[in-house]
């Protein structure tokens, strides 16, 4: 665990060591802040609840997660490093694990700095915090699938901007498998059944209840299920380097 | 402390290494000698645990590769070829690091880096960032970090590749001076190298080992030996 954090550190540190931490944080905020504010009508909607906000993140995260992490393993392989860190005393796991925890901290961080809308939401009206509470712990655990993922397909490849799209293209299946045209469409020649058991593999369907406020054990399971799926194919694809 | 047997690893169809087997012992310093594409890097790559072998085993200070991966690595101290590094970090920050991933801290960790910024004479580059070094401070920034933990067992992938006639001096001196306690093995394809810091060359060839001995047991003059005994790349098939 030492090690993970020795690799976690350093990996935080080069978020922040040149301007992509930056300039994602501020873009992160000014789409969130635009989502809410314009695009979801939060002051039209006139409820003291932040649906306006936590309904844009699937689709906010689509983009920016796969940005924040498309180098994560890409950048090790382009530049080399990956060989001076699988030849220190380490496991992969720990490499693995490190690298992944300090990706999600650093979206827990740009998360954290969106704490406005929570202040304003709290100034205009008497809003469910609890509900709002379970909303963050939805959008993290999504945005920590979405990252999962997207360190797999960056241990796939050298390069980043290969990293990001095949990113983007399997964090939009996770999206569109229960995404209500797409289910719509299939159910006019599926079975109910089949519709469900797609629907099933979506962050959507499973984001809902968080958004909705509702904790419910097995939408945790999926996201932790999703993340350690990803994690392993993320192990098995740098054994075969 | 380090023992090879048969060692093999294919890419694709090709015999990258061919059975390859040799030992070096603590106080050697062992050339490994060998044209480009000769399976020098591949060879060291097995040694030091980034490649797994298709065949043979690698042990380093009677620890096997593949059972005990952490235990044999933790004795190594290994110079990768190009020298790879974080290059957004400073040196000391790579540095620090490097101790920390071997298990260093508090003033251990302190009196490591300080003994690694001496011996490859970074002190003046200690807080720049790595993309901004030159070609011979980053190579030496990179031969630090494997000599951070002062290992038994030193494996160094062109040590001397792109360095100017200087920093090759004294990169050869300190390589000499390391071999008396460690055992160490680099490669190279400079023949003057091995008269002046090796104790024992190997000589490789697609992916075998044509030689082995001593510089005077090989014979003179070295550049006349080493063309009668591999292939150039030129040559047909």
Not at chain 1, 15 to 41: C, D, E, K, M, R
Not at chain 1, 117 to 134: E, H, Q, R, S, W
Not at chain 2, 89 to 118: N, P, Q, W, Y
Not at chain 2, 120 to 131: M, N, T
């Amino acid at each position: 665990m030492r090690h993970a954090w020795v690799i976690a550190k350093r990996e935080l540190a080069s978020y922040f060591a040149s301007p992509v931490a930056y300039v994602f944080l501020v873009i992160f905020l000014l789409l969130t802040g635009f989502f809410t504010f314009t695009a979801g009508q939060f002051f039209e909607r006139g409820e003291a609840s932040l649906g306006a906000f936590f309904g844009w993140h699937p689709w906010l995260y689509l983009v920016l997660v796969p940005a924040a992490g498309m180098r994560l393993w890409a950048e090790e392989r382009r530049s080399g490093t990956l060989e001076l860190l699988f030849t220190l005393p380490i496991t992969p796991w720990q490499a693995i694990a490190g690298k992944f925890l300090a990706s999600w901290i650093f979206i827990a961080l740009a998360l954290a700095l969106t704490f406005p809308v929570v202040v304003t939401v709290n100034v205009l009206g008497a809003p469910d915090n609890g509900a709002i509470f379970a909303g963050y712990l939805g959008s993290l655990l999504l945005a920590g699938a979405y990252l999962a993922v997207t360190c797999a397909t960056s241990a796939l490849t050298r390069n980043q901007v290969v990293a990001f799209i095949l990113s983007v293209v399997a964090c939009l299946f996770l999206i569109l498998a229960g995404f209500n045209p797409v289910t719509d469409l299939m159910a006019r020649w599926a079975s109910p059944a089949l519709v469900d058991a797609v629907a099933a593999f979506s962050v959507v369907t499973h984001f809902d209840g968080f958004e909705r406020g509702v904790i419910d054990a097995r939408d945790l399971y999926f996201f932790l299920a999703v993340i350690g799926f990803s994690l392993s194919a993320t192990g098995v694809i740098l054994r075969n380097r | 402390m380090i023992r090879i047997e048969n060692l093999v690893k294919y890419f694709g169809a090709k015999r990258a290494v061919d059975g390859i087997s040799f030992n070096v012992e603590r106080g050697e310093v062992v050339g490994f000698l060998g044209p480009n594409g000769s399976g020098k890097s591949t060879t060291m790559r097995m040694i030091t645990g980034y490649y797994a072998p298709d065949a043979g085993r690698v042990s380093v200070g009677g620890h096997d590769l593949a059972e005990a991966p952490l235990e044999a690595k933790r004795l190594i101290g290994y110079l990768p070829e190009n020298a790879a590094a974080y290059t957004d970090m400073t040196v000391h920050g790579f540095l620090a690091f490097a101790a920390e991933m071997r298990g260093l801290s508090g003033d251990a960790k302190k009196r490591a880096i300080a003994s690694a910024v001496e011996r490859c004479f970074l002190a003046s580059v200690l807080h720049q960032s790595i993309d901004t070094l030159s070609k011979g401070y980053r190579h030496r920034t990179c031969l630090a970090q494997a000599l951070i933990h002062d290992p038994e067992v030193l494996v160094l992938d062109e040590p001397t590749d792109g360095l100017d006639p200087n920093q090759k001096h004294e990169v050869r001196n300190l390589i000499r001076e390391l071999g008396k306690s460690k055992a160490v093995v680099f490669s190279t394809h400079i023949l003057e190298e091995v008269d002046a810091a090796c104790t024992r060359a190997i000589i490789i060839d697609r992916g075998r080992v044509v030689a082995q001995g001593t510089p005077d047991e090989l014979g003179r003059p070295l550049d006349e030996v080493f063309r009668r005994l591999t292939t150039s790349d030129t040559a047909k098939p």
